[in-house]
Each structure stands twice: as C-alpha cells, then as structure tokens.
C-alpha cells in the first residue's frame, strides 16, 4: 500500500509543479504582450507627435509666406496710391490751366 500511495503522492506533486510551471510560462506571456503593447503604443505617440511637430511648422512657413505677401500687397498699395495722387494733382493742374486759357482766349 505504501507503493500505490507514493505513486499517487507523486503524480500530485507532478500535477501541481507542471501546474505551477504553466502558470508562470503564461504570466511571462502576459508580461510581454503588455511589454510589447506599451512599446508599440509609446512608439505609436511618439510618431503622433512627430506628425504634430510637422504640421505645425508646415504652417508656421505658410503662416510666413501669407506675412511676405501681404506685406508685398501693401507696399503695391502704397505705390498704386501714390502713382494716384500725382495722377490726380497732375489732371488738377491741367484743368486749372485749361481753363486760364479758355478764359484768356474769351477775353481776347
């Protein structure tokens, strides 16, 4: 009786080591999937990021091209009104003396 008793004594101890082998085997498995997953998922933010980085400076230098255009728009403004203001002084003059002449030759 004791030989049947041993065997089946050590078939338990057998059971319950292969039991505790396969746990751990399995919580080593979780551990890294979970690893792996946060890896991924600190790689997937940091290329998220890295996007955020380029989109903004792409319109920080869209942000800078509008400034140098409407700065080169103003400046033709400015010349535009200019340019305007001879023209009307000038067409002012001419008429003013246009009209000294037409009343120089009434008077003649």
């Known amino acids: 009786m004791s030989r049947p008793l041993l065997l089946v004594t050590l078939?338990?101890?057998?059971?319950?080591?292969?039991?505790l082998d396969w746990n751990q085997k399995i919580v080593n498995e979780v551990e890294a999937r979970s690893s792996a997953l946060s890896r991924k998922q600190q790689y997937v933010l940091e290329r998220e990021e890295s996007v955020k980085?380029?989109?903004?400076?792409?319109?920080?230098?869209?942000?800078?091209?509008?400034k140098i255009l409407v700065q080169s728009l103003q400046e033709q403004l400015l010349l535009c009104r200019g340019?305007?203001?001879?023209?009307?002084?000038t067409t002012g003059s001419l008429t003013e003396l246009l009209n000294e002449l037409k009343q120089h030759q009434i008077m003649e």
């Open 11 to 19: 078939l338990l101890l057998m059971v319950l080591t292969s039991q």
């Open 53 to 66: 980085e380029k989109i903004i400076l792409s319109q920080e230098k869209h942000i800078q091209k509008l």
């Open 83 to 89: 340019k305007d203001e001879f023209v009307n002084d």
